[in-house]
């Protein structure tokens, strides 16, 4: 008997396959307008897990959460904008930069964990979702742009846009719109420390897939969820103050049960990330992390090139905006590329053909990695 053994390559015409990439061609962000300095949280009263009086005067309790987190302003949402509103905003602005016609947009993918929040309430609203309400506000008309949200802690953003790869890669969208909007002022407990790190903030990209010989775009991924014990480490929880009402519950973090565990797994994800290149580690020009806390990240780049035998990491390597921006979760990264490809971040720029590696850690607890480029 004799067998002829075909492949799906034998079946299509005789030219070479034709490459697709999932390509940045726009960004946007949306800076709240209302600054929030370290100094006004020195009349804070702020209490500890057991819902006792933090003894340490208020003025050191914030001179160290600048020591370790970097942060010296947040920006918070005015009254009248909620997280669908900013979301709104930056997305706008990614499509004015990608120089696209809203209308040809395939999806909308919008990365956040609270919905929207009024001021001065705690209770969230993500019905409709804010992926709806965002395409809404756009005045987007066509029926076949889908619109979600995505619930993936800090993270967020990044996995939108490795599932935004994905359904590029099979052949359900062309283009897409990936957002990070959030509004975190709102569901801070203001006798919990841990409140000082959150902000609110928006940040968008227009993806698309790009065919041809060209070398920008994704090059790998990976993402991790650790889902036993650390299932626990960001949560929602009643206040730190004896008084308060049990049942409204705030963001709760265990801030150094987070921090052992970026910096037992996450540069281990990175590297997975960008091995999957092929590339060596001296080609990549930029990291951009999520922007939790500067003393974090700074360890987690540095643990991240240990791991190649390199002791220190390069100068430059990690833009930050956290000293004036804060931790708005699903917005850092999106927000912080915009504004490095805008010249806002001083000593930090980007040329074509520049390798960077996006890496994210957040409640799940959950970790991802892009490695992209320019």
Same mark, same amino acid.
């Given at each position: 008997?004799?067998?002829?053994?075909?492949?799906?390559?034998?079946?299509?015409?005789?030219?070479?396959?034709?490459?697709?990439?999932?390509?940045?061609?726009?960004?946007?962000?949306?800076?709240?307008?209302?600054?929030?300095?370290?100094?006004?949280?020195?009349? &804070?009263?702020?209490?500890?897990?057991? &819902?006792?009086?933090?003894?340490?005067?208020? &003025?050191?309790?914030?001179?160290?959460?600048?020591?370790?987190?970097?942060?010296?302003?947040?920006?918070?949402?005015?009254?009248?904008?909620?997280?669908?509103?900013?979301?709104?905003?930056?997305?706008?602005?990614?499509?004015?930069?990608?120089?696209?016609?809203?209308?040809?947009?395939?999806?909308?993918?919008?990365?956040?964990?609270?919905?929207?929040?009024?001021?001065?309430?705690?209770?969230?609203?993500?019905?409709?979702?804010?992926?709806?309400?965002?395409?809404?506000?756009?005045?987007?008309?066509?029926?076949?742009?889908?619109?979600?949200?995505?619930?993936?802690?800090?993270?967020?953003?990044?996995?939108?846009?490795?599932?935004?790869?994905?359904?590029?890669?099979?052949?359900?969208?062309?283009?897409?719109?990936?957002?990070?909007?959030?509004?975190?002022?709102?569901?801070?407990?203001?006798?919990?420390?841990?409140?000082?790190?959150?902000?609110?903030?928006?940040?968008?990209?227009?993806?698309?897939?790009?065919?041809?010989?060209?070398?920008?775009?994704?090059?790998?991924?990976?993402?991790?969820?650790?889902?036993?014990?650390?299932?626990?480490?960001?949560?929602?929880?009643?206040?730190?103050?004896?008084?308060?009402?049990?049942?409204?519950?705030?963001?709760?973090?265990?801030?150094?049960?987070?921090?052992?565990?970026?910096?037992?797994?996450?540069? @281990?994800?990175?590297?997975?990330?960008?091995?999957?290149? @092929?590339?060596?580690?001296?080609?990549?020009?930029?990291?951009?992390?999520?922007?939790?806390?500067?003393?974090?990240?700074?360890?987690?780049?540095?643990?991240?090139?240990?791991?190649?035998?390199?002791?220190?990491?390069?100068?430059?390597?990690?833009?930050?905006?956290?000293?004036?921006?804060?931790?708005?979760?699903?917005?850092?990264?999106?927000?912080?590329?915009?504004?490095?490809?805008?010249?806002?971040?001083?000593? &930090?720029?980007?040329?074509?053909?520049?390798?960077?590696?996006?890496?994210?850690?957040?409640?799940?607890?959950?970790?991802?990695?892009?490695?992209?480029?320019?």
């Amino acid at each position: 008997m004799i067998c002829f053994i075909f492949t799906f390559r034998d079946c299509l015409p005789d030219k070479k396959f034709i490459k697709l990439r999932t390509v940045i061609t726009g960004t946007g962000c949306y800076i709240p307008s209302e600054v929030k300095t370290n100094t006004e949280f020195t009349i &804070h009263h702020f209490y500890g897990e057991d &819902h006792e009086p933090i003894p340490t005067p208020q &003025h050191e309790v914030v001179e160290k959460f600048k020591q370790i987190t970097g942060i010296i302003e947040r920006r918070y949402a005015s009254e009248d904008l909620n997280a669908s509103d900013i979301g709104a905003i930056a997305a706008a602005k990614a499509i004015e930069n990608a120089g696209i016609d809203p209308e040809t947009i395939d999806q909308v993918i919008v990365a956040q964990n609270f919905g929207n929040v009024i001021k001065h309430t705690i209770q969230t609203d993500a019905v409709p979702s804010i992926a709806s309400r965002i395409k809404h506000t756009l005045g987007i008309k066509n029926p076949s742009c889908v619109c979600y949200d995505i619930l993936f802690g800090c993270p967020g953003w990044l996995q939108g846009v490795i599932q935004a790869d994905a359904f590029f890669k099979a052949g359900i969208a062309r283009k897409i719109l990936v957002i990070g909007t959030e509004t975190l002022s709102r569901v801070i407990d203001k006798y919990d420390r841990d409140s000082m790190i959150f902000s609110d903030g928006a940040g968008a990209t227009v993806l698309e897939s790009k065919e041809g010989n060209g070398n920008s775009g994704i090059l790998s991924t990976a993402v991790q969820s650790h889902c036993v014990e650390e299932v626990n480490y960001i949560n929602m929880g009643k206040s730190y103050f004896p008084g308060a009402d049990p049942s409204i519950r705030y963001i709760k973090m265990k801030g150094r049960k987070v921090y052992e565990y970026a910096l037992v797994h996450v540069p @281990g994800a990175m590297k997975d990330c960008f091995d999957k290149t @092929g590339l060596p580690i001296t080609s990549l020009k930029k990291i951009f992390i999520h922007q939790a806390n500067e003393k974090m990240d700074e360890a987690i780049v540095k643990a991240f090139y240990k791991l190649y035998s390199i002791p220190k990491a390069p100068e430059y390597i990690m833009p930050m905006n956290i000293q004036k921006m804060g931790n708005s979760s699903v917005a850092t990264i999106p927000t912080l590329l915009d504004m490095v490809y805008k010249g806002m971040i001083p000593d &930090h720029d980007l040329h074509k053909d520049d390798i960077v590696l996006f890496a994210s850690v957040g409640a799940g607890m959950n970790i991802n990695a892009i490695t992209y480029r320019i």
